[in-house]
């Protein structure tokens, strides 16, 4: 791919009741723009993850041009992209076509959610609707209770353990281990380490899903400048490449393999495997599901997750570090802005830029993010690969 | 551009209050494959422009695969993009660079809007949501009474009349020849052809616009098929050849010139001027906007398109005949699904295939699509230039 990451901006991720996501997001690109060294007039298109501001704020409609009205893109070209959990993955996507085409030289991408208000229950009916209303039948007007995402995630841990031999304590440890990471991290929701006994400790959520392996509903924006890496070279840019970037979708019915399909396009892409991977952000909308998605990335063999977890492979000095910004558990999970803020953590990474999480010589990093729930697992999923300058 | 369209395929436009959006997306969907005698597996990726369904159907997230749940290309890689009124436009923008981009060979655009139900004010209210609610004050609510559109295209045909010296019976032209232009288009939701006189005999809905001369609200699917021209050439497909696609935005406070703006750069792009334009597609919500848009196309110098319509200059036969299809208040304005069925229209009129209201000799082409209020003006613009195979 004819693409570079050229520039990174984050929020704090966290619940903000009282911030407006036009705040977060417009944050979020001018430190892009910012740690890019370009102005607005630079940017050719704006293309803004968001996954469900429609329902959250009532914005329905000119999403780009409401979150961005107080940034300094205001009135650039800009258009809205969904795709559920994967909203801004999906944009960066198409972020990187649209340089890659030639038609733009360089083009911001924004992820970006307010899901906290003071109605406790929206976010919550919100997330429902990332299924299919029309076959899974319509939230019931009690819906509002049922954490309808965290039932899908408990019936795979559950599943999982079933079949891998994992323990509840396999488990906690993935949920301790991101709560480590996201101590490390600044803009993290949740900055409390937890140890493997606190987190079996806490609340169920979903039998087997404690608290502390729930990713919480939060706030939060994250943006990336992408341009192609002759003109980065030209501009004197530190340029993160783009190896790979596939999309897959799932349909009613279907086997339940998009993250395994998605990921096998974008090694191809690359022309390269699981093994050249240094580091990676993946998908923990519940933590347990670290486990799972590593073997669908094939970084480990199937059913070898729990044994390289239990040997410390995916923790910060491990053999390959798994969401070292904490993950959608710790780092925080508002939902069109995580596919974005995955890109920005791995594109910092890469540029030895992540302080006390850093990790050493990452070459190579890779990032999941999925989105809804359709057949037999999500209904869309991205895979994005890049390498350090 | 290296890009082109090998494949149209689009729905009746109309009320059809049982008609879920799922069976108008998917059978446009597999219309233009059909079109281009493609299967579904030679898609690598839809892109699907739809604006509202959150609002009106419930299912703000994973609308994509919900759309296209019941189409042949369910299971390919989709994502969804919101623009307001634009937002297939934008899509369709976004297709073109990733053919372009040479990571996908073959992209399919959807635009798809299912606005009827039995909420008869759901419509209005959704409608209400394209500007920015924060700055313009919430929804009142008895809000779902007003037409908030049709005061803004009022006001800005009051000022019209007034600067240009257009009378009333020069706004009702255009909506009498838009509506014989529908008798002519068998998707057509108005298919009644209407004298100058039954349109100013109709009520009122915000003076000086009477019903004939506003655009209903609407369901209706279309979509196309795009991959580059020498791929079309291999397959030994017709290709609709893409000059141009400029997308623009407006801000708070701007001149609410992005139409203009937005031309400006499209023209420049395909190495042309408005004089190369044989026919148009323009985004009428109200009738008199198409003689405003026709000026700030620079089809016809400012101030000089009352004379020109007066002259036929648009009707079917004439210099540079706009809405062939009957354009929004005649074909109809499912707004997300509006967007591609202009570009439907003419990639059809360049292949020689509108039949009764065939442009004869139409060699090059314009669609103008606009979306939201912002500022003094439409949110969002997205210009379009084809020339025929």
């Known amino acids: 791919m004819d693409a570079a990451i050229v520039g990174t901006g984050i929020t704090r991720f966290g619940m903000f009741v009282g911030t407006r996501l036009r705040k977060l997001a417009s944050c979020a690109a001018d430190r892009a723009l910012d740690d890019a060294g370009l102005d607005a007039a630079d940017v050719d298109l704006v293309v803004v993850g968001n996954a469900a501001a429609g329902l ?31 909203s801004s993955s999906s944009a960066v996507h198409l972020g990187i076509l649209a340089v890659a085409s030639g038609a733009h030289d360089t083009v ?33 007007p009690d819906g509002a209770a049922r954490p309808v995402f965290m039932e899908i995630y408990a019936a795979e841990a559950r599943a999982y353990m079933q079949r891998s031999g994992a323990t509840p304590r396999d488990l906690a440890a993935v949920a301790a281990k991101s709560s480590h990471n996201g101590s490390l991290n600044p803009i993290a929701q949740v900055r409390d380490p937890l140890t493997v006994d606190e987190v079996l400790a806490a609340r169920t959520i979903v039998d087997p899903l404690t608290r502390p392996m729930c990713s919480s509903i939060g706030d939060g924006a994250a943006a990336l400048v992408l341009t192609r890496p002759e003109l980065a070279r030209r501009r004197g840019q530190q340029a993160v490449r783009v190896l790979a970037s596939t999309v897959g979708a ?48 094939g970084l480990v063999p199937a059913g070898g997750a729990v044994a390289l977890a239990r040997d410390g492979a995916f923790t910060l000095g491990g053999r390959c570090p798994i969401n070292p910004s904490g993950g959608l ?54 895979v994005t690969l890049l390498a350090a300058p």
Do not use: F, W
């Not at 992820?111 to 899974?136: I, P, Q």
């Not at 240094?278 to 486990?291: N, S």
């Open 56 to 86: 959250l704020t009532g914005q329905e409609m000119i999403r780009a041009h409401t979150a961005l009205a107080d940034s300094r893109v205001a009135g650039r070209p800009m258009l809205s992209v969904e795709n559920a959990c994967a």
């Open 108 to 140: 911001l991408v924004v992820g970006a959610e307010k899901m906290t208000s003071a109605d406790r229950t929206l976010a919550g009916r919100t997330l429902a609707t990332a299924v299919d209303l029309e076959r899974e039948g319509q939230v019931a």
């Open 250 to 297: 799932a349909r009613a019915g279907d086997a339940g393999d998009v993250v395994a399909r998605t990921a096998r396009r974008a090694y191809e892409q690359a022309g390269l495997g699981p093994a050249d991977v240094d580091v990676c952000e993946v998908h923990d909308a519940a933590a347990p599901a670290e486990l799972l998605i590593a073997e669908e990335l």
């Open 329 to 382: 558990v710790a780092r925080g999970h508002p939902i069109g802005a995580t596919g974005a803020a995955q890109i920005v953590e791995l594109a910092d990474q890469l540029r030895a830029r992540a302080g006390g999480r850093q990790v050493e010589g990452a070459g190579t990093a890779l990032a999941e993010n999925a989105g809804g729930s359709l057949g037999n697992g999500p209904a869309a999923c991205v």
